[in-house]
Nanobody, 122 residues
Framework: QVRLAESGGGLVQAGGSLRLSCTAS????????MGWFRQAPGKEREFVAA????????YYADSVKGRFTISRDNFKNTLYLQMSSLKPEDTAVYYC???????????????WGQGTQVTVSS
């Protein structure tokens, strides 16, 4: 398994931007498909975006399509989530995850980070 650590969360006003990073330990990062998920208080964890092991294929939840961009740098063992035009409903703890397939199902990912809080004020 790969160990993951998110960073870059914080407080931002609606309409603002943030970039989340997820740094992976070990030398096998490039073998994993990667995903971003989020969980708001009282809600289930939901899919945000995913990318294949090369970064050549990406998927997005409809709620973030056109506003968020997932990318990865396999030389730096880092996954990114660029978030723009943020809305209060984007407020959640954001998690990165590693798996064998880039799907929208949390059960398909077997390594998770601890999460980073993103709060969007109105």
């Amino acid at each position: 398994q790969v160990r993951l650590a998110e960073s870059g969360g914080g407080l931002v006003q609606a309409g603002g931007s943030l970039r989340l990073s997820c740094t992976a330990s070990g030398r096998t990062f490039s073998r994993y498909a990667m995903g971003w998920f989020r969980q708001a208080p009282g809600k289930e964890r939901e899919f945000v975006a995913a990318t294949s092991w090369t970064g050549g294929v990406t998927y997005y939840a409809d709620s973030v399509k056109g506003r968020f961009t997932i990318s990865r740098d396999n030389f730096k063992n880092t996954l990114y989530l660029q978030m723009s035009s943020l809305k209060p409903e984007d407020t959640a703890v954001y998690y990165c995850a590693a798996g064998l397939r880039s799907t929208y199902q949390p059960r398909d990912y077997n390594s998770w980070g601890q999460g980073t809080q993103v709060t969007v004020s109105s």
